[in-house]
């Protein structure tokens, strides 16, 4: 999975198995959908994630994505994919204003 979305691979890892532990089907779904490369155009979430992920490694070794940042990026895309929501944005917050925690799966 790696390959196809550079992010650390304990985050994949775990949002794996915290997805499977909700609905098999449904994870193995969103894995694929990254694997593939299937997007559907603004407001998806699979192009948001995509996207963020990129712009975050463009941008070089200040913008390093850590454990915990991945796994706010897969829990809160998981989450808009399971309730077919619209996501246009994945904001993480800042250290000043404070941090989003990593949601809650639905």
Do not use: H
């Not at 192009?47 to 992920?53: F, G, H, N, P, Q």
């Not at 975050?56 to 706010?72: E, K």
């Amino acid at each position: 999975m790696y390959r196809y979305l550079r992010l650390p691979v304990s985050a994949l890892g775990v949002a794996f198995l915290e997805f499977s532990k909700l609905d098999v089907d449904d994870a193995a779904e969103f894995f694929n959908r990254i694997r593939d490369g299937i997007q559907n155009g603004p407001g998806d979430p699979f192009l948001t994630l995509s996207r963020r992920v990129s712009n975050d490694l463009q941008a070089g070794a200040s913008r390093r994505i850590v454990p915990g940042q991945a796994l706010f990026y897969l829990f809160r895309t998981w989450n808009a994919f399971r309730e077919g929501e619209q996501l246009v944005k994945l904001q993480i917050g800042s250290p000043q204003a404070g941090f989003t925690p990593i949601p809650v799966l639905k």
